[in-house]
């Protein structure tokens, strides 16, 4: 059985604990290190350690949260990158997906929603949490709204979910070519090149 290989990055000792406990149990997850700070966490990747999924504290001392995960993509990308953070302001949120996050936890997540984000990304979805989802469609979206037909929508859904290609073709009886035409059409609608950027803008404008 794979097992997903996970740093954790968070500057109290106590949540890196709380994290490990949660995950203890889940025989297809492995906490491979886990450090207090953005430098040995470059450290320990640039020794060449395999890393599936970094979980990311946004409030880091010396180099902060947004800035280790820039990096981190940049010079790894391809690691993935869960954030976690007390604080789900919708400006945070976005800037962690622009800087190549899949994922974005509040602290206060359980175990369930945790080892789901985990499963989600690394299988190339998307994940944010249920309090991040509220605070990306509270009121104050954009009103320009792209034009999607009834089954783009379907599938933005589905995307949102983080489900695959293949998932999101099985799902809706629809072939791998059909999904992967309708993907385009809707990246082309909102203008974006990544799953992440689509996402953080569907969930701004309220279409998901």
Same mark, same amino acid.
């Given at each position: 059985?794979?097992?997903?290989?996970? &740093? /954790?990055?968070?500057?109290?000792?106590?949540?890196?604990?709380?994290?490990?406990?949660?995950?203890?149990?889940?025989?297809?997850?492995?906490?491979?290190?886990?450090?207090?700070?953005?430098?040995?966490?470059?450290?320990?990747?640039?020794?060449?350690?395999?890393?599936?999924?970094?979980?990311?504290?946004?409030?880091?001392?010396?180099?902060?949260?947004?800035?280790?995960?820039?990096?981190?993509?940049?010079?790894?990308?391809?690691?993935?990158?869960?954030?976690?953070?007390?604080?789900?302001?919708?400006?945070?949120?976005?800037?962690?997906?622009?800087?190549?996050?899949?994922?974005?936890?509040?602290?206060?997540?359980?175990?369930?929603?945790?080892?789901?984000?985990?499963?989600?990304?690394?299988?190339?979805?998307?994940?944010?949490?249920?309090?991040?989802?509220?605070?990306?469609?509270?009121?104050?979206?954009?009103?320009?709204?792209?034009?999607?037909?009834?089954?783009?929508?379907?599938?933005?859904?589905?995307?949102?979910?983080?489900?695959?290609?293949?998932?999101?073709?099985?799902?809706?009886?629809?072939?791998?070519?059909?999904?992967?035409?309708?993907?385009?059409?809707?990246?082309?609608?909102?203008?974006?090149?990544?799953?992440?950027? /689509?996402?953080? /803008?569907?969930?701004?404008?309220? &279409?998901?």
């Amino acid at each position: 059985m794979k097992k997903i290989s996970l &740093m /954790l990055v968070d500057d109290h000792q106590m949540v890196l604990e709380g994290l490990k406990s949660l995950l203890q149990h889940h025989q297809d997850i492995e906490i491979r290190f886990a450090c207090t700070n953005g430098q040995a966490a470059i450290d320990y990747l640039t020794q060449g350690n395999p890393i599936d999924i970094v979980l990311l504290d946004i409030n880091l001392p010396g180099m902060n949260g947004f800035e280790l995960c820039k990096l981190i993509k940049k010079k790894f990308p391809a690691i993935k990158i869960i954030a976690l953070s007390t604080h789900q302001e919708r400006s945070a949120v976005t800037r962690m997906l622009q800087n190549g996050a899949s994922g974005f936890l509040s602290k206060s997540a359980d175990g369930k929603e945790l080892s789901a984000a985990i499963h989600a990304v690394d299988a190339n979805g998307i994940y944010l949490g249920a309090e991040v989802q509220q605070e990306m469609t509270s009121p104050g979206a954009s009103s320009a709204l792209p034009k999607l037909t009834r089954r783009e929508k379907e599938i933005l859904i589905q995307i949102a979910e983080g489900k695959t290609t293949s998932q999101i073709a099985e799902a809706l009886f629809l072939s791998h070519l059909t999904v992967e035409t309708h993907r385009r059409n809707i990246m082309q609608k909102y203008e974006v090149n990544n799953v992440a950027a /689509l996402i953080r /803008l569907a969930m701004e404008q309220g &279409m998901i």
